[in-house]
DNA sequence: ACCTGAACACCGTTCAAGT
DNA sequence: ACCTGAACACCGTTCAAGT
């Protein structure tokens, strides 16, 4: 294999911009927003070049290979996270408001859910979030490793939660929207199990974003008073 | 855009094979073995049509497209979880085993990661899977849409906790397995994040498995627990 | 009905050559 | 120091042509 040095990105400082659009952080912008116009596959070294109208191999004088772009355009998303500061909100509040913030964050870039499981977060912005949601969970009253993994659950739950939401978005967006043909595709598809069935139709389809919500609060809830009980108050 | 009806392929009859090593069956085992062998990245049509001494345009004829392929083998990896019988195993238990199996089968799977976040999950052996839990969640006192939020719940703690690890795993394999290098640069990354410091050294380096394992069931306690309250006992 | 190879329109990345 | 284009080794997919 490749079988080099834990180099990462964030420790090699950036290269100066020699022309107009051509910082890394230039270089980052224009990455997301290709990213979000035509998602994963639609970033390429080739059309992200062009977008800065340079040669598509002029960015490897910035960026050592798409992966290390990939890193960068991966912190910025974590740096659109919102942690508020649990001094003054308190813990559970702080939690609840970074879950909503993250999850909101990956659905306006669908294309980060297929980061998360591509590479650590270890960039500038997602210590930062770590870090304050660490501050959280120490105030919280939780001491030594708990605090990392009280964290780790709680960021467990909230991507588990937001990443197949994406592949579904992404399915119905394929498929042309067609939210009764996706309704009748789901019914016959779960025929012959009795317990899906039975529930199948109290799935409010109209309203799809509405039960998003409301089984998203459902399971943080659910979490966090899971959490508090390893407080043992 | 695509805008192909909701055809799924588990729709489609699967064609009958023709040639030795050529059904759809076997082609998607194939797949898998090309797959744990080289990762997402590693599966190409023209090497699994060499591994199976066919053209690589011959599989055309039995998938329609690659996309299609993966959704075959992504429900392979569901097919491999397993869910106890709630009625006689209980249904904290039953959460607890088909959890820990779900995350092996992942870890054994790293490729399937990163199908989590691409396509949902409607294959045979998910609904199978999906409709055991259920009926665990029914048995423990669940009700209406209570059911699908309590098991949404479970199942995103469960990716979301192994889909980054599937990353980091990734990230070391890479980078040569060094552990000191890596833990060096962990700690220069967080250095300047005064919580993250604070706990860099309480990880147990030496015995990666054993602290993620504690995590892992740090958490899913937590998620149980948290999800029993619910239930308003 | 099933399979093939050629062809098309792409990729990421390297590298000698330019300024 | 910075950028370029050509070139290499790949992709997924289509399709006319074979049996």
Not at 28 to 38: I, K
Request: proline fraction near 4%; hydrophobic fraction near 45%; glycine fraction near 6%.
């Amino acid at each position: 294999m490749t079988s080099r040095q834990y180099n990462s990105v964030w420790f090699r400082e950036p290269r100066k911009a020699a022309s107009p659009g051509r910082s890394r952080e230039e270089i980052v912008m224009a990455a997301v927003e290709l990213l979000d116009a035509e998602g994963l596959a639609g970033l390429s070294m080739r059309k992200l070049g062009a977008k800065l109208s340079a040669g598509a191999t002029s960015l490897y004088w910035y960026v050592a290979h798409k992966d290390e772009l990939l890193e960068l355009v991966y912190d910025e998303v974590w740096g659109e996270m919102m942690v508020p500061d649990p001094e003054v909100m308190g813990w559970r509040e702080t939690c609840s408001v970074m879950s909503h913030s993250m999850r909101q964050v990956i659905l306006r870039h669908p294309w980060s859910a297929d980061l998360i499981g591509r590479m650590p977060a270890l960039g500038p912005n997602a210590l930062r979030v770590t870090d304050q949601m660490h501050k959280a969970f120490r105030l919280a009253g939780f001491t030594g490793l708990d605090i990392d993994y009280a964290n780790s659950t709680l960021t467990a739950y909230v991507f588990g939660m937001t990443i197949p939401q994406v592949a579904w978005d992404a399915a119905a967006k394929d498929h042309d929207y067609d939210q009764d043909r996706l309704r009748e595709f789901v019914a016959k598809a779960a025929a012959g199990y009795p317990e899906l069935v039975e529930r199948i139709n109290a799935v409010d389809y109209d309203n799809p974003q509405v039960m998003r919500e409301v089984s998203f609060d459902f399971g943080l809830v659910s979490v966090l008073d899971g959490l508090e009980r390893r407080l043992g108050t």
